[in-house]
Each structure stands twice: as C-alpha cells, then as structure tokens.
C-alpha cells in the first residue's frame, strides 16, 4: 500500500463564512456542488454520483470555520476537508481544501478540486 500524499489548495471566495458553511457542512449544500446527491444519517454522508455512492463520516466540525471528513472505504489516516479563513485586516474569505492523494495523482486531484470549487463559486455567486 502506497503513502498517500497530503495537499491544501486555497481558493479566494466571495462569501461570509456562515453562507459559505452551509454548502460544506449539509447535504443539501454538498448535493448542489460536489455530488449528484448526498443524505445523511448523524454524522455519515452518503455521496451518490450517477450510480456510484461513496459513504464518509463526519469525524471533526466548527461551524463557520472548518469541517472534516473520512471516506469509510479508506483505512487508513487520510480525510478531506474544508477551512474557511478571514483575513483579520482585509476581512477577505478564503476556502482552504486539504485532503490526500497517491503519489502518482496529486495532480489529477488537484485539478478535481479545483473543478469542484470553481463549481460551488458558481452555485454561491462568488
């Protein structure tokens, strides 16, 4: 089993962090972006794309600031997850996404999220 990589890309977001929370943090929000469709039974999502669902756990949250989850298939350390930052001068908000990928795919991941953002600051009007 290969290491997977850690990465963060941060994308400058034109939002409030409580406006901008909901669409990481509810399945409703998540559904308009990231996937086709996703439920929730406590703190386990369910992703569905076309005919493919993925299940992650909600493992770690502060609302309007971050939130963290783990892909159940996976077993080992890594997770994906979402930080909104406030500039304490400029006020500005950006979007930090951390999450992990093979070696050989950081890249290609990098680029999935960056489609993935680009898709939720189309959705928010940012």
């Known amino acids: 089993m290969t290491e997977k990589i850690k990465f963060e890309i941060e ?6 962090p409580a406006f901008l929370y909901q669409y990481l943090s509810t399945p409703d929000g998540l ?5 086709d ?3 929730s039974r406590s703190d386990l999502f369910t992703f569905i794309w076309d ?7 909600r493992v770690s949250y502060k609302t309007n600031e971050r939130i963290r989850y783990k892909w159940v298939a996976e077993d080992d350390d890594t997770f994906f997850e979402f930080k909104i930052q406030v500039d304490a001068i400029t006020k500005d908000v950006s979007l930090i996404v951390t999450a992990f990928a093979d070696d050989d795919e ?4 990098k680029m999935f ?6 898709e939720l600051k189309h959705t928010i009007g940012a």
């Open 11 to 16: 994308f400058p977001i034109h939002s409030s």
């Open 31 to 35: 559904a308009e972006w990231f996937a």
């Open 37 to 39: 469709n996703v439920n």
């Open 51 to 57: 005919d493919s669902e993925e299940e992650a756990k």
């Open 106 to 109: 950081v890249e290609e991941s």
């Open 113 to 118: 999220w960056e489609n993935q953002i680009s």
